[in-house]
């Protein structure tokens, strides 16, 4: 058994873009000052976008699909790889087979890979198509996202305007062909219904948990979201799965 996981809020504590610059004019979104023992926060905070985290309860989800198994623990926490449950991680190496926006037919090595490379799809610079071929060609998850964090961070022109915003739907894409084309990673998402699913990165306070509980553990959420509509489809559909993913 896990221990008790709270919630995350959607607050402005941890929230990774509270305090990002806009990268044409390097000109402060939000502003903050302390005074006294407060800080003053002016400006437009970003909206994050309501994604409640949907777990089915052990019981729904017999009464859904009988030949689940659901864990018994209530929280499982998942990061590196090579741990258990880490074929969760962004960083297991299963390759993604997807059409892009043009209908091309590409192979990205891993969801972390196509997850850094599209901060930059979009965006009319030859760099930034560069830019992504480099990281679609980098040797290991960790290698590309070195070089996604590092481009985003020393040429933050280069990454598409709407990347904030945009990144969920890139996470829930990458993640839905994930657990589309490999049954085994599949079956082990299935297996982990009525348990809350965590990324324990101690350093991450979007995508992670942190260290306490306080990231907003959005690939969590976003695993759960996927679990629960997988489970839903388990009842209505009897497609055998595809080996690409067109989205
Ligand atoms: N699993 C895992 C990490 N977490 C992953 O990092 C990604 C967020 O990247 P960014 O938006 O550029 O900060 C996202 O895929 C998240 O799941 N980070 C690591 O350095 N090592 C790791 O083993």
């Known amino acids: 058994m896990g221990k008790p ?3 995350p809020t959607a607050g402005i504590t941890g929230h990774s873009t509270a ?4 990268p044409m004019r390097c000109t402060p979104l939000v502003a903050h000052e302390t005074v ?3 800080i ?16 089915p309860s052990v019981n729904e989800t017999s009464a859904i699909d009988p030949t689940v198994t659901p864990d018994d623990a209530r929280i499982l926490f998942f990061y590196k790889a090579w741990d258990p449950y880490g074929a969760f991680s962004n960083f297991s ?3 993604l087979h997807m059409t892009d926006e043009n209908g091309v037919y590409l192979t990205w090595p891993s969801v972390e890979h196509y997850y850094q490379a599209h901060k930059f799809i979009g965006v009319n610079d030859p760099l930034a198509r560069d830019c992504i071929e480099k990281i679609k060609s980098s040797k290991s998850p960790e290698e590309a996202a070195r070089e996604g964090r590092k481009i985003q961070k020393q040429c933050p022109d280069l990454v598409r305007p709407d990347w904030e915003t ?7 894409k990458a993640l839905k062909c994930k657990f589309s084309i490999y049954p085994h990673l599949n079956s082990l998402l299935l297996s982990t219904a009525g348990s809350v699913l965590v990324e ?5 306070l979007f995508w992670g948990g942190g260290r306490e509980g306080e990231g907003l553990n959005y690939l969590g959420r976003l695993l759960m979201q996927l679990r629960s509509e997988f489970l839903g489809e388990s009842l209505t559909s009897s497609e055998s799965s595809s080996e690409h993913c067109n989205l």
Do not use: E
């Open 40 to 55: 003053l926060i002016s400006g437009f905070l970003q909206p994050i976008p309501d994604l409640t985290p949907i777990i």
């Open 19 to 22: 305090f990002r610059t806009s």
């Open 36 to 38: 006294g023992p407060d």
């Open 5 to 7: 996981y709270t919630q």
């Open 200 to 204: 324990a990165s101690p350093y991450d």
């Open 93 to 95: 190496p299963y390759p």
């Open 166 to 172: 945009a990144k969920i739907d890139v996470m829930y």
